[in-house]
């Protein structure tokens, strides 16, 4: 199974390029989605979490991310710590995934993760892609996506580490500055062609 992992800053449009593995039948990994997900169901995630940091969690068993967020936004050995412990737990659920989907036959898979480089998720691939585009598209893409002021949205971006440096440490690169989905799904399926053709075994 051809395993790519799939990362870049916020706004460059990586779930667009998991769509198109999707599309050509692969399994989809968003860790994104797959670490909520965890907090809801995995006890060992969550008493890790309160081993760490106290009573991060709210009464509906919801994780309070303000409070947590207090606790590591100005303490990088707090942060490097959730990192940790986040890194651990996702990672798992990672490999467990992509080995039942090597059970089920399939032949492909994609891994989005904005920390692919850090969390050694990129370990598990066969290949690296960073999916970036310019500042002023991500930050409108943002800010539809997530109803955010133009200020916080710039904020967010600027906080984040350049296109250069995912581009630096994966293997393919593809920059999201098209005009329209469509155009990007073309863009998208050239790149996994070459990427399938080249990783072919």
Do not use: W
């Not at 870049?8 to 998991?18: F, H, M, Q, R, V």
């Not at 600027?158 to 995912?166: L, P």
């Not at 098209?178 to 998208?188: H, W």
């Amino acid at each position: 199974m051809l395993t790519i992992g799939i990362t870049g800053p916020t706004g460059s449009g990586k779930t667009a390029l998991l769509d198109r593995i999707a599309v050509h039948g692969g399994l989809v990994i968003d860790c994104d989605a797959l670490y909520y997900a965890l907090l809801q169901t995995n006890a060992e995630l969550r008493a890790a979490l309160e081993a760490a940091f106290g009573a991060v969690f709210l009464p509906d068993g919801a994780l309070d991310r303000q409070k947590l967020g207090a606790l590591v936004f100005h303490d990088e050995a707090a942060l490097a710590r959730l990192n940790e412990i986040v890194f651990f737990h996702v990672g798992r659920a990672v490999k467990a995934k992509l080995d039942a989907a090597r059970e089920e036959g399939r032949m492909l898979a994609g891994v989005d993760a904005i920390n692919l480089i850090e969390s050694g998720l990129a370990e598990l691939c066969d290949a690296t892609v960073a999916v970036t585009a310019p500042e002023q598209v991500r930050m409108a893409r943002i800010i539809a996506r997530d109803h955010l002021t133009q200020q916080y949205a710039l904020s967010r971006i600027r906080a984040q580490k350049s296109a250069g440096y995912y581009e630096a440490r994966c293997q393919y690169a593809i920059t999201n500055d098209c005009a329209s989905r469509e155009e990007f799904s073309r863009r998208a399926d050239e790149l996994l062609e070459l990427i399938m053709k080249e990783n072919a075994s």
